[in-house]
């Protein structure tokens, strides 16, 4: 409570006899122990929230009282615990500005439609700012609502709870036992334009079975549903409608289970196209019942249901732990902790009541800013990747929402609040401090920098069999698993191409050596000639030998023979290079690391630390240290499981038969680790982190931007 009692303004209104409308209605709720009053206004919906004190007030609005001779009662009767005489002005404006007031006066028509205007104005600019929460009203669902309840009832009883959680539990099972089909290379499933399309045209009908559910809980409840409208969801147009008669619910739990409705209804959609999925072929059916799964959860997951947006996951929370205006108060009560701590205004008087509302409050601001930051960054770098002028886009206005504008209204705060008039100089001061410490540990003071990659579990270079020469297996001619020494042949390719060339080659030189032997006695010019042409000649066929020779891949090392898929290899073609099998002996220590072109300076320069996690056993770090590079830039793989399709970052090009051929270049590294047991399994994913010299924030970013 204010110190100051009694207000210099009282005279304005003492005078003044208001009373509330008539379709104003009253409600008492109780949260975390303490009595809230709620008036909802019937004819738009409309609800505020009040205090008992403040109730007190409100009550005793009968129109034939003076506000004065209501104060004074009060005061006589609460003593000290009586609202000022400025927090009773303050509430005569909020009822006011809620159109919820009538007094004795001759209503100002031209101040009213003004204020009207000023309220549809600051709404329009609300929704402008916000495109999460822009909103079109368009239709009153009520008379519907009202004519197909008695159809819809069953689904909101007992009945209907039993029948929801059969099927969402049997989709959950489903969706579980064909995740990796699901989730196969979801970016450019999402994002292809045909999906795009119908996933535009599916989205709409899913949010207003979301809304309908909304209304019908409403309903179930007691209470009406008047506006029904479109909501722009990131530039998406979806149905929405205004629920908030919910809020005059005595019981929490009415209320949560309104605000969950939505969430419920399509998590049963979801559900039910998972078995339309798994039972059509694909074409439009299966499309349209994909997209319903992905907005039915991924939708779900990231908007409605979590309660760092304000959406119905955050009014479930705010009944959940009865903390009415959870973001708004979390706001205020940061703004007083700034204003009281920082700034050094006093007397004020805290929003929270309690320390576990100061701590629930404290924590809230910071996370849904949070959590509203990486969403909007995410889903701006998600859609970049595929169309780049959009996420660029919705990248500059995530920007602006999260840096620009708080940073606008900031600085008007600084200048124009009118309770910092004594501590102005100190707030200003104290704000270009915060800011010049802000700027000097982002541009000036070095952190960790690290690159991060994935590589699999690898065999060491002299440990590879690879083919000396192009060709197609003729014969496996040592067993897969047997023990095998240094030098001994493994595998033999045959090409008779290039051996129809050594059979002709020979022939060619033999024909050289004749017609020379024949020359040197009769003609030594031509003799010369032919000489020199014999020379070449011959040093082409030792070179043709030599590759004929490595047709035969031998092992390098001592070790078991390793050959993968032994059974399909007759016939195989193997190009020059191109990996055969390997010869393993003791524990595997090296990971082969696959790092983007935009990387690989980074890495092969400045590599001060490298720290390996294997997906087997993720709560095991590895040390280790760069020990080759593999010498050029491949547009091969190492392994299918570092391909979209096998649960890595890389997308491949779908022509090519091994499916290893990425669409970009990529470079590749080994990893020696330190200290790792002897079950490791060759091929096994590993997430490896490389640490690099310190540099500050604001260097890494532009540098990352610049890649």
């Not at 009282?65 to 609202?83: F, I, K, M, N, S």
């Not at 903390?323 to 205020?332: C, G, M, Y």
């Not at 590589?455 to 047997?482: C, D, I, K, Q, Y």
């Not at 491949?652 to 051929?661: A, C, E, N, V």
Request: glycine content about 8%; proline content about 5%.
């Amino acid at each position: 409570m204010s110190s100051k009692f009694l207000s210099d303004d009282w005279y304005r209104v003492a005078r003044l006899r208001p009373q509330l409308l008539a379709h104003v209605r009253i409600f008492r709720q109780r949260f975390r122990g303490r009595a809230w009053y709620v008036l909802q206004d019937s004819s738009t919906g409309r609800v505020h929230r009040f205090p008992p004190a403040t109730y007190a007030v409100i009550d005793r609005l009968d129109g034939t009282r003076t506000l004065d001779e209501v104060w004074q009662a009060l005061a006589g009767q609460l003593g000290d615990e009586a609202p000022t005489q400025d927090e009773v002005i303050h509430l005569m404006h909020q009822l006011h500005a809620a159109d919820v007031l009538a007094g004795d006066a001759q209503p100002d028509v031209t101040e009213a439609l003004e204020r009207k205007r000023r309220q549809v104005r600051t709404k329009w600019l609300r929704n402008l700012g916000n495109p999460l929460s822009l909103r079109l009203p368009l239709w009153d669902p009520h008379g519907f609502v009202e004519a197909s309840w008695p159809m819809v009832r069953p689904l909101f009883g007992g009945v209907g709870a039993l029948v929801f959680l059969i099927i969402v539990a049997a989709g959950a099972i489903q969706a579980a036992q064909h995740w990796d089909v699901l989730s196969a290379n979801v970016a450019d499933r999402v994002l292809a334009l045909e999906n795009l399309f119908w996933l535009w045209l599916t989205y709409p009908l899913v949010k207003f079975c979301h809304e309908m559910a909304h209304a019908y809980a409403v309903k179930r409840g007691g209470g009406q549903v008047h506006e029904m409208g479109v909501m722009f969801l990131v530039f998406v147009p979806v149905p929405y409608v205004d629920a908030s008669a919910s809020t005059a619910f005595p019981d929490k739990w009415s209320r949560i289970f309104v605000a969950g409705a939505g969430v419920l209804a399509e998590l049963l959609l979801a559900a039910l196209a998972l078995f339309v999925w798994l039972a059509v072929e694909p074409g439009a059916v299966r499309a349209i019942a994909f997209n319903v799964m992905l907005i039915g959860g991924v939708s779900t997951v990231l908007f409605n249901a979590n309660p760092l947006l304000r959406f119905d996951g955050y009014y479930m929370l705010a009944d959940l732990i009865e903390i009415p205006n959870l973001a708004q108060r979390s706001n205020q009560y940061l703004a007083f902790l700034l204003k009281r701590h920082v700034f050094g205004v006093e007397h004020l008087q805290s929003p929270a009541h309690g320390r576990d509302e100061a701590i629930a409050m404290a924590l809230y601001g910071p996370l849904s800013w949070i959590y509203r930051s990486t969403v909007m960054v995410g889903m701006a770098l998600f859609i970049a990747d595929r169309y780049f002028f959009v996420g660029v886009l919705l990248a500059l206005w995530s920007v602006a929402q999260m840096v620009v504008v708080p940073a606008v209204k900031g600085g008007f705060f600084l200048l124009r609040n009118a309770e910092l008039d004594r501590t102005r100089r100190r707030a200003v001061w104290s704000t270009v401090g915060v800011v010049a410490v802000l700027v000097a540990l982002l541009g000036a003071v070095p952190v960790t920098d690290w690159t991060t990659a994935e590589g699999v579990v690898w065999v060491p270079a002299n440990a590879e069999v690879r083919a000396g020469s192009g060709g197609f297996v003729a014969r496996v001619l040592t067993a897969p698993g047997s023990q095998v020494t240094a030098g001994e042949p493994l595998v033999e390719l045959e090409d008779r191409d290039l051996e129809t060339e050594l059979v002709s080659l020979r022939a060619r030189v033999e024909q050289l050596r004749v017609q020379l032997a024949s020359e040197m006695y009769t003609d030594r010019l031509k003799a010369t000639l032919t000489r020199e042409t014999l020379e070449t000649e011959s040093a082409a066929l030792t070179r043709l030998e030599h590759r004929v020779e490595e047709l035969v891949a031998g092992a390098e090392r001592d070790g078991r023979w390793v050959l993968p898929n032994p059974r399909d290899q007759e016939g195989r073609h193997y190009a020059q290079g191109a990996l055969i099998g390997y010869v393993l002996s003791g524990a595997l220590d090296t990971v082969r690391v696959v790092v983007r072109q935009e990387q690989a300076d980074r890495v092969r320069q400045d590599a001060r630390r490298v720290e390996v996690k294997l997906v087997d056993r993720p709560l095991t770090t590895y040390g280790g240290a760069l020990a080759r590079e593999v010498p050029g830039g491949s547009d091969h793989l190492p392994s299918q499981a570092l391909t979209l399709e096998g649960g890595g970052p890389f997308a491949t090009d779908p022509r090519s038969g091994d499916g290893l051929k990425t669409l970009v270049r990529t470079f590749q590294f080994d990893v020696a680790l330190r200290d790792v047991p002897d079950d490791l399994r060759f091929g096994t994913r590993a997430l490896v982190r490389i640490e690099h010299a310190p540099r500050p924030v604001a260097l890494q970013e532009i540098g990352r931007a610049h890649v």
